[in-house]
């Protein structure tokens, strides 16, 4: 096994197919509105994160399958897919980008076996992200987190409901799993759909990152909620770390009900204001198909760190 390097572009309208797929009504991503935000250092739309690593998903599962990768991830029941990513730069229409997917690292440990991928991303040769994918038994991220207790309260709440106490409430958005959309998702990806989905062999199967990035229109529809100004105080994505339960995914079908639920765990105020959101995405019984940890920046931060 060898590291496997490839370089792919994305256009316009591929960001544009993936944010409306997604319900990204991100002003970043907007070909017409990107120039409304106050200093806004990109010079252009940028593609989608959960865009960016849906395409690593795709790498990956195909270093896999060349690999005989699956044999081991089924022996060993490492159920759980688990990505950490920091962001690094941007990436805008019609950049080179390279996706670098260093060689297979095996863990053979009966107590705590797992198969690990060093992965980097460099837009015009710098680098936009890094970090890394893992199979695992147990999730990486939240493994605490539980839903059984609450029972089937969510399907009682209105969609952008706040749940639970008040000073520390979950935010809801509903959303239903499509299988069109599932599909543009890849497309504007640069996945060919047919890894997941083909009718003609009857292959219906969601990729991991697409239920993830509802991630991204919950936090954006509670930022409008609370009056946040995307013009003149945009909030960007530094890291996610994302666990997937692979097993329930493999039951996903198109128009389940998904309760996407984010909440502001910390708040790190210091020279920047970085705040750490925790998010699931449940499914019937509140099992929790994602878990996630999301750390995001105000742009004017970064500028300032820049400017020094």
């Not at 996706?99 to 710098?126: C, F, G, H, Q, Y």
Request: hydrophobic share 40%.
């Amino acid at each position: 096994m060898v590291s496997q390097a490839t370089q792919v572009q994305f256009s316009q309208v591929h960001i544009d197919i993936a944010r409306n797929a997604t319900d990204d009504f991100n002003l970043f991503h907007d070909s017409h509105r990107w120039a409304r935000i106050f200093q806004n250092p990109f010079h252009g739309p940028i593609a989608l994160g959960f865009q960016i690593e849906s395409l690593i998903e795709n790498k990956i599962h195909q270093y896999r399958l060349e690999n005989n990768e699956n044999n081991f991830i089924t022996k060993n029941n490492l159920n759980f897919s688990n990505y950490q990513f920091s962001f690094a730069n941007a990436i805008k229409p019609g950049q080179n980008i390279t996706i670098d997917v260093k060689e297979t690292k095996i863990a053979s440990d009966s107590k705590n076996p797992s198969l690990s991928n060093r992965v980097s991303v460099k837009s015009d040769n710098k680098l936009a992200l890094i970090g890394f994918k893992k199979e695992t038994r147990l999730p990486l991220f939240l493994s605490e987190s539980k839903f059984s207790t609450i029972g089937d309260v969510l399907k009682t709440y209105s969609d952008r409901s706040f749940i639970g106490i008040k000073e520390n409430s979950f935010f809801l958005k509903r959303k239903f799993m499509n299988v069109s959309d599932a599909k543009n998702f890849l497309c504007g990806s640069l996945v060919d759909q047919r890894m997941f989905f083909d009718e003609l062999e009857n292959k219906y199967q969601f990729p991991e990152i697409f239920p993830c990035a509802f991630i991204s229109c919950a936090l954006l529809e509670k930022f409008m909620m609370k009056k946040l100004d995307f013009e003149r105080s945009p909030m960007v994505y530094l890291s996610h770390k994302i666990s997937i339960d692979r097993q329930l995914l493999s039951t996903l079908k198109s128009n389940d009900r998904l309760h996407v639920l984010i909440r502001l765990q910390t708040e790190k105020k210091s020279q920047t204001n970085i705040q750490v959101y925790e998010c699931y995405g449940l499914l019937e019984n509140n099992a929790i198909l994602f878990r996630a940890l999301v750390e995001l920046i105000p742009l004017e931060d970064i500028l300032k760190t820049v400017k020094k």
